[in-house]
């Protein structure tokens, strides 16, 4: 396995202002100024979340943690064995991100991922504005995301061979019923024990991501974020549930990007090599009316699932 977690996601966005204010008043991050945008922290690494400023206003990359050199030289020789042309992040880009080396690449969906080395970090203690003790980060990697794959079965496939992923359970979903058409949404890991850190939606979203997760450490923190949501006039997109999956008990807003952020605790973590790969056919135990934010009508409003 080449992938040891979820490292960093990228945002693009001309709205700094607005990220920094949903960052710092709802979510609980801790915002820091950068050369062309914004560190968001969620632990005592640099960053979690990078917001460059552009004209784009859109989800951008997904960053994979790489535990050592060795091992980054080894997920190249693999790209390079597979025949997948990858990109040398340039110094700035390396730069913004707080890695020591990156190299990028598009799956058959056109999702950018990157393979990050070395990430800077203070070791000082993560300082919450709102007073969030902490997110569950660490050797679970930072949360997970769902992104966009109409084409399904490459990008999976694309996925398992060229970073190891594993598929974790599949929810499949029938708008019309029973014999229907059927969409489906990938849930898959890398080589840590959360349920999954990327899921694949069959389907295309404008913003480039379905939705990203944090993970708290209580349920009250979840209660106090959704209060914070409230009073900032943050849109709801799903009400809280919890998902049959991975455990999560959460809800969704909107981000500034278009995109929703599942704010959740008490995900649970898999011994993989205990664990069967299922097919569900259900998202929540209970709650999580996506209708809510997602659109009642619109058979993608699933894509929100887990
Ligand atoms: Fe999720």
Redesign the pocket.
């Known amino acids: 396995m080449t992938i040891s977690a979820l490292a960093y996601v990228v945002v693009r966005s001309p709205q700094i202002g607005a990220w920094r204010a949903f960052a710092e008043q709802v979510v609980g991050m801790s915002a820091h100024d950068l050369p062309g945008g914004l560190a968001l922290r969620l632990d005592e690494r640099a960053g979690r979340v990078f917001v460059e400023s552009s004209e784009e206003d859109r989800y951008f990359a997904s960053g994979w943690e790489v535990r050592s050199a060795q091992d980054f030289q080894a997920a190249l020789a693999r790209l390079q064995a597979l025949g997948i042309r990858y990109h040398q992040g340039s110094a700035a880009d390396c730069a913004f991100r707080h890695v020591f080396d990156m190299v990028w690449f598009l799956d058959p969906s056109g999702n950018r991922h990157e393979l990050a080395l070395g990430f800077v970090s203070a070791f000082d203690r993560f300082s919450s504005p709102v007073g969030v003790p902490g997110f569950v980060t660490g050797d679970l990697g930072m949360g ?3 992104l966009p794959a109409p084409q399904i079965e490459d990008t999976r496939q694309f996925l398992e061979a060229a970073l190891g992923f594993g598929l974790s359970d599949v929810l499949i979903h029938r708008p019309f019923g029973k014999g229907g058409p059927e969409q489906r949404i990938y849930f898959m890991h890398c080589a840590n024990g959360r349920h ?1 850190s990327l ?1 694949l939606f069959e389907g295309t979203v404008p913003s480039g991501c379905v ?1 990203l ?1 944090v993970e708290v450490e209580t349920m009250d923190e979840v209660g106090r974020a959704y209060d914070r949501m409230l009073a900032a006039g943050v849109p709801l997109m799903a009400t809280l549930g919890r ?1 049959t999956n ?1 455990h ?1 008990t ?1 809800f969704y807003m909107a981000t500034p990007s278009g995109f929703a952020l ?1 704010y ?1 605790y008490g995900g649970r973590t898999i011994d993989w090599d205990r664990h069967t790969v299922f097919e569900s056919t259900s998202v929540s135990l209970w709650g999580h009316d996506f209708s809510v934010g997602f659109g009642a009508a619109e058979p993608d409003h699933l894509a ?3």
Do not use: N
Request: no cysteine; glycine share 6%; net charge negative.
């Open positions: 997970h995301m769902v999954h899921a939705h997760m998902h991975d999560m959460s599942e959740g929100a699932a887990a």
